[in-house]
T-cell receptor, first 112, second 115 residues
């Protein structure tokens, strides 16, 4: 089942904060976050695992609520370079170890 | 390290023509993937290869075939291109299973137009 991302789009001024959510109807084992700038390939940001383990960038924070089957990405003190589309990819407990199911993305625009 | 490379970067085909998209990685990764990305549709998995010699279907395999030539290379073939296959195609690789601890590294993409 494809995860649902919200909001679909966000417009910020530089320095403002944003939260992007990723929700699934199935129990999740892990959540991946990627950012894609226009015309470029997706780039890894963070992995959150069931049980609390995380792997990712120091300047980006995220949470994973296993009970709610939801993950949130926190972008604080946004910079112009944060602009792009953010995707979450999920693996559920019963899913194949090698496949992620991707959300449709959240478009983030940071203006001066 | 070049990471993940894809050729060609752009391609225009006529309906019914065939072509092969090439992908190679120099990170000694076991798993490789082919995705297509259409506006508003996110990333959809076409095929993946967990290791050399194995391939499996993803969400949208119809109209495509793949070959895991060796550990480095994973090609995607369109036997008879259709306008519905107009898309951006991304190849990706990960160390083991990209669904757990290991991130996927993406190539720059191939922009394919089928007329």
């Amino acid at each position: 089942q494809q995860p649902v991302q919200s909001p679909q789009a966000v417009i910020l001024r530089e320095g403002e904060d944003a939260v992007i959510n990723c929700s699934s109807s199935k129990a999740l084992y892990s959540v991946h976050w990627y950012r894609q700038k226009h015309g470029e390939a997706p780039v890894f940001l963070m992995i959150l695992l069931k049980g609390g383990e995380q792997k990712g960038h120091e300047k980006i924070s995220a949470s994973f609520n296993e009970k709610k089957q939801q993950s949130s990405l926190y972008l604080t003190a946004s910079q112009l370079s944060y602009s792009g589309t953010y995707f979450c990819g999920t693996r559920d407990n019963a899913g194949n170890n090698r496949k992620l199911i991707w959300g449709l993305g959240t478009s983030l625009a940071v203006n001066p | 390290n070049a990471g993940v490379t894809q050729t060609p970067k752009f391609q225009v085909l006529k309906t019914g023509q065939s072509m092969t998209l090439q992908c190679a990685q120099d990170m000694n990764h076991n798993s490789m993937y082919w995705y297509r990305q259409d506006p508003g549709m996110g990333l959809r998995l076409i095929y993946y290869s967990a290791s050399e010699g194995t391939t499996d279907k993803g969400e949208v395999p119809n109209g495509y075939n793949v070959s895991r030539l060796n550990k480095r290379e994973f090609s995607l073939r369109l036997e008879s291109a259709a306008p519905s296959q107009t898309s951006v195609y991304f190849c990706a690789s990960s160390e083991v299973g990209g669904g757990t601890y290991n991130e996927q590294f993406f190539g720059p993409g191939t922009r394919l137009t089928v007329l």
